[in-house]
């Protein structure tokens, strides 16, 4: 206890300024030892740098180049260099644009996370809502919106040689979607990365009618005499 | 009661900053390049460990510009569940072949423009 209050008292007169400054109370004798030991930061320098990265740069070929604010724009061309995954097939469409994550917004880009086959980016989904059945007045089943694929041109469905049944290169051929409202659809086709297009219902037209409409007055000749 | 974690299980945990997730993007990076012989070896792979560290590099640059950090956990923690699946030798040799379907499989490929798709009677 005395030994430290003597060191103490003979280390306040030789470190003031240090003690100012805010660095560590050197103990005394151990004048020499170097910064490094007891700066907890400071690691080796880095022996290459972020621009002596293997990959390829803006400079190196005149086939790589930055995207422009035009290019960025949504593009309605095939993307042919899409990468190829566990998923692609000789029937897979090729896709207009592989969400990658980048995307500016809020949105969960569950494409890059779900793991789902990169096809289905390339797919085209319609949202619509089912029409109400046509033999029946009943309506209960229009209320709600469906999300459906569009068929693939080949590999949708052919007669399979064994038995001939009807086989299908297409997964998603007789799946559907429902939703509560059209917006959930759309954002959920986002939010897949999906290529969508929304068809809006039909809405039946109706005409509010009242018999004794027939019965109103009107001055000068009748047109339609109503005798019956 | 002490419940021992698998070998090569990871505490789950989220990134403080983007430091932190770099960090861990590449240690994780470091990881699988140091297993690439492993993984030949422990799945008798005809493909080089050249080809492998780069199929590593490939998967790792398809997610380099995402942009939320939350995402970029949700892919550290998808490739560590890749990484102990992989060295525990719970996956079969088809489940790694996955990765090598563009070099391994002829018909894995999308064309090259559009007459070739045109021409193969593609969709």
Redesign the interface.
């Known amino acids: 206890m005395s030994l430290l209050r003597l060191s103490s008292h003979s280390c306040r007169r030789l470190f003031r300024p240090e003690i100012t400054a805010g660095y560590n109370i050197r103990p005394f004798g151990r004048r020499h030892e170097s910064q490094a030991r007891t700066d907890p930061s400071n690691e080796p320098a880095p022996k290459s740098s972020p621009s002596e990265a293997p990959?390829a740069k803006a400079g190196d070929s005149s086939l790589i180049t930055q995207e422009g604010p035009l290019e960025g724009v949504a593009s309605h061309k095939?993307d042919?260099n899409?990468?190829?995954?566990?998923g692609?097939?000789?029937?897979?469409?090729?896709p207009k644009r592989v969400m990658?994550?980048?995307?500016?917004g809020e949105a969960?880009?569950a494409a890059?996370?779900s793991?789902a086959p990169l096809d289905l980016q390339a797919r085209t989904v319609r949202i619509y809502r089912p029409a109400k059945t046509a033999t029946q007045s009943g309506d209960w089943h229009g209320h709600h919106w469906r999300m459906d694929w569009d068929v693939?041109?080949?590999?949708h469905r052919w007669e399979n040689p064994l038995i001939g049944w009807q086989s299908s290169a297409d997964a998603m051929q007789g799946t559907h979607l429902n939703f509560k409202s059209k917006e959930d659809a759309i954002l959920f086709a986002q939010k897949q990365g999906y290529e969508y297009f929304v068809q809006e219902p039909n809405v039946r037209k109706f005409v509010p009618k009242a018999y004794a409409n027939n019965f109103v007055h009107t001055p000068g000749k009748l047109k339609v005499v109503r005798t019956k | 009661m002490v419940i021992n974690p698998t070998y090569l299980a990871q505490r789950t945990r989220t990134s403080a900053s983007w430091n932190d997730a770099k960090r861990r993007v590449l240690k994780s990076y470091r990881e699988w390049l140091r297993a690439g012989p492993e993984i030949q070896q422990m799945y008798s792979l005809n493909i080089p460990v050249s080809a492998i560290r780069t199929k590593i590099r490939q998967e790792f640059e398809r997610h380099r510009y995402v942009s939320q950090l939350q995402v970029v956990d949700m892919l550290l923690f998808q490739s560590h569940a890749e990484f102990q699946e992989t060295l525990n030798y719970w996956k079969q040799l088809s489940h790694v072949l996955k990765y090598f379907r563009a070099e391994e499989d002829p018909t894995a490929r999308l064309p090259r423009n559009f007459m070739q798709g045109f021409l193969e009677g593609r969709n």
């Open positions: 990959a095939p042919y899409a990468h190829v995954d566990h692609t097939s000789s029937f897979s469409p090729v990658d994550g980048s995307e500016p969960v880009p890059v996370l793991g693939l041109g080949k590999g």
